[in-house]
């Protein structure tokens, strides 16, 4: 830190991204990209946007924004684009936060350092001893409240009759809705927004589209709420989606096979790996996501994860009172799983 750092960051706790180490080749499962890599389409599609780079993207994303809305039965003043759903989250939490903001305690880690960015009041409510949530937790809140659904790490849902609870009573304020991990399970709130004025869906190309390093995300609501975040955004930076990720974008929506039977691939190894581990002694919660949640009686997350990480295989801890026995895990490839899974069994076993 330099002696020039305004004293309101100084002792913010940025967030810390799951490690992208460079110095070996590791089975990387621990920041739930893809197994696959997008199919060759969107790679020429960006490359095609790339030979007119002197020219700014467009600040509407009209294209991509209206093949998107026709893609889930929405208006294209339904729709922000984002540079990754993270900036969306970032533009809700500025926007819609004047009575604080109420998330869970275990749930995605930048809620807390958006939270603490904009120093808001955190409303930070336990889930359930079995990491469930009780949607009477979130009545009429009178602040903006944010639940991942799948919930990450656990890879736990709520239902569609629990979220819709919770956003008719809640009618003063924001109720968003993070879907990152929504086609890998759980039901969508998508088919609130026609009724509620203050449900916001944010959702990413990062996960079940394979785009993680294009950053592509979106928020879905009535055209107020858009209003709002794109006032946002124009305050901030309205080029946000760059020209190869928007052609990238179009392409993927157009490649509906194959996305379909990869995270279909996706689920069907989760199971596989699931039961495994299980079958193993291993404790697995049931995820809807493209990760697992696990740990092993006896042995502490923090052993696990450096003894994946020294057989060549990186997965996630989270240190934390009610998550440092676990261990996050992306799905891979079934041939990647395989060999996690023994090495499971051979640590667990020593
Ligand atoms: C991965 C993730 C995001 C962020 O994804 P982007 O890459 O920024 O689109 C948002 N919310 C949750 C719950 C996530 O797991």
């Known amino acids: 830190m330099s002696r020039f750092l305004d004293e309101k960051y100084a002792s913010l706790d940025a967030y810390v991204p799951g490690e992208q180490p460079q110095d070996k080749k590791y089975i990387k499962l621990n920041t739930n990209e893809s197994p696959y890599p997008p199919p060759p389409s969107v790679a020429e599609a960006a490359a095609k946007a790339a030979a007119s780079l002197q020219l700014y993207s467009d600040p509407e994303c009209c294209e991509l924004r209206r093949l998107l809305a026709d893609e889930l039965g929405v208006g294209a003043e339904n729709i922000i684009l984002s540079n990754g759903s993270d900036e969306a989250l970032n533009f809700a939490f500025m926007a819609f936060s004047g009575g604080g903001v109420t998330f869970a305690d275990v749930t995605y880690g930048f809620y807390r350092v958006f939270a603490d960015l904009h120093r808001l009041q955190s409303h930070i409510i336990p889930l359930r001893a079995d990491f469930t949530l009780s949607p009477d937790d979130y009545v009429d809140k009178g602040s903006l409240i944010v639940i991942a659904n ?18 008719k009573s809640n009618p003063r304020a924001v109720v968003l809705i993070d879907e990152a991990y929504i086609d890998f399970g759980g039901d969508s709130a998508l088919p609130l927004i026609k009724k509620y004025d203050n449900l916001l869906v944010v959702r990413t ?53 194959y996305y379909t039977r990869a995270n279909k691939d996706i689920i069907a190894v989760r199971e596989m790996t699931a039961k495994r581990l299980r079958d193993s002694g291993f404790e697995v919660l049931p ?7 696990t740990k092993y009686p006896g042995f502490d997350g923090k052993m696990l994860y450096t003894s994946f990480k020294e057989a060549g295989i990186l997965v996630r801890h989270f240190p934390g009172p009610r998550t ?27």
């Open 324 to 350: 440092s026995d676990f261990i996050r895990v992306s799905i891979g490839r079934k041939e990647e799983m395989d060999t996690f899974i023994n090495t499971a069994v051979s640590i667990v076993k020593k």
């Open 205 to 257: 190309f990062s996960k079940s589209r394979s785009l993680a390093g294009a950053r592509l995300g979106y928020a879905i609501a009535q055209a107020g709420l858009i209003e709002d975040l794109n006032k946002i955004k124009y305050s901030t930076n309205p080029y946000n989606v760059n020209s190869m990720t928007l052609a990238a974008g179009y392409a993927a929506i157009k490649e509906k096979e």
């Open 287 to 293: 995820s809807n996501a493209n990760f697992i949640f």
């Open 150 to 167: 799948p919930n990450a790490p656990t890879g736990l849902v709520i239902s569609l009759d629990d979220v819709e609870y919770i956003v």
